[in-house]
């Protein structure tokens, strides 16, 4: 059954590629069904990969093949809840070593442009301390950090 909301995300040309590299690398993922022109069209020819379906930990999604148009930025993110420091590094590391960047505060980007947000629950806890003070430092040591360190982050916690 089609999800009754799906999102959208505009690649040039790579949403096949993007699919099968989140489905190899992120649990509950999986590529679906892949539609191609049925014929040629000003931007493409018959055969082309138009949209795939696919999800991503288990948010249904759609690559739309749209051209070079629209890049992705900041302004949608995956944010990734990691519960070790064995899994934010994993995926981390897979995502800047396909091709992405990193970025700061536990942001990086894949090969595509698509940001991702790969976040221990050990620092939402900390930030979400009822003392501010205890917030604060936890804060203060993830804005120093481009990939988050949990042991830095329970440090700041204990002060």
Known sequence: MVAKNTICLWYDGAALDAAQFYAAT????????VLRAPGDY??????DVLTVEFTVL???????????????????SFQVATDTQAETDRLWNAI????GQE????WC?????????ITPRVLTAAIADPDPKVAKRAFDAMMEMTKID???IEAARRG
């Open 96 to 99: 800047v070593g396909n091709g």
């Open 26 to 33: 992120f649990p509950d993922s999986a590529v679906g069904a």
């Open 42 to 47: 000003p931007a493409g020819k018959q055969g």
């Open 103 to 106: 970025s700061a505060c536990g």
């Open 58 to 76: 288990g948010v249904p999604c759609l690559g739309l093949n749209g051209g070079p148009a629209f890049k992705h930025n900041e302004a949608f």
């Open 150 to 152: 949990i042991a830095a």
């Open 109 to 117: 980007k894949d090969k595509w442009g698509l940001s991702w947000q």
